[in-house]
């Protein structure tokens, strides 16, 4: 049987499953912020934008936000905490204009922030806990996530200083950021949307394009080093312009691996999703 829910819908159902199972005091990737804390983001992000904004301007580090805090005090118990996630679960209320737009506004952060609790914790290092692979990812919401994601890359990869192509193995491919030199990120919609938003260490991708344009992209990114954003395939992967790698990277990607490249999967985490829905 289909299921005829949103994908929005879909994805928030699944991120309530996953919060009401965790443990509230794990670490998530999100520096700082423990499952708890991310689950009162959430909460206050739906109900009260005002004052997430109010913490931003304040300075405060991630954890010690004031009013992210105080709804985070009333969640240390079991039974605060479970209030706390059946309040993910029921979304933005019905007067918020997140609820008019939600498809457009809520998919990603949803689907980010599932997985910032799925592969925590962060060790010393800032390597992510492997996690298990999803079964609950619905051909719409793929379809979905990849045209919000990107829609709006381009803008989270304006400090690259290169080209940016995205690109979905077997799928579509879609340029970004146009420039005379660009890298192709490489992997299915979940970690594309995880690269583009930040998750550059947990995410799996592989990096195609010239040595040099792949160490410009990495360093113009802000807060990277080379390394942090996944696998990188310098020789014998993909080079040139951002229109000429749009063209070449449907047919490299459903080859498979070429002499010179790194898959972007790891064993630890198990296959990807399904892919087959374009």
């Known amino acids: 049987m289909s299921d005829e829910r949103r994908p929005v819908d879909v994805e928030r159902a699944a991120i309530a499953r996953t919060l009401a199972a965790a443990d509230p005091g794990a670490p998530t990737l999100c520096a700082g912020w423990r499952v708890v804390d991310l689950a009162a983001h959430l909460v206050l992000r739906e109900r009260r934008p005002d004052l997430v904004l109010r913490d931003l301007l304040s300075g405060a580090e991630p954890g010690r936000e004031p009013h992210l805090q105080r709804l985070v005090a009333d969640a240390l118990d079991p039974v605060g905490y479970r209030a706390l996630a059946a309040r993910v679960a029921t979304g933005p209320p019905r007067w918020s204009p997140l609820r008019l737009a939600e498809s457009t506004t809520n998919l ?110 990495l360093a113009g990114l802000s807060g990277d080093v080379p390394g942090d954003a996944g696998p990188v395939a310098p020789s014998g992967g993909l080079a040139g312009s951002a229109e000429g790698l749009a063209g070449s990277a449907e047919g490299s990607a459903s080859r498979g691996a070429e002499p010179g490249r790194r898959e972007e999967q790891s064993p630890e985490r198990g296959a990807p999703p399904n892919l087959d829905v374009w």
């Not at 914790?121 to 492997?130: L, T, V, W």
């Not at 996690?131 to 690259?160: C, F, H, I, K, N």
Request: hydrophobic share 35%.
């Open 108 to 217: 990603v952060e949803l689907v980010v922030h599932h997985e910032d609790v799925r592969r925590g914790p962060r060790d010393a290092d800032g390597a992510s806990e492997p996690a298990e692979p999803r079964d609950d990812l619905t051909p719409d919401l793929l379809r979905e996530l990849w045209q919000r994601v990107r829609s709006t890359a381009g803008l989270m990869y304006r400090s690259s200083g290169t080209g940016v192509v995205l690109v979905v193995p077997g799928g579509p491919r879609a340029t970004v950021r146009r420039g005379a030199d660009a890298v192709a990120v490489v992997g299915d919609p979940v970690e594309l949307a995880l690269h583009a938003n930040g998750r550059r260490r947990a995410a799996q991708v592989t990096l195609e394009g010239r040595p040099e344009t792949i160490d410009r992209f």
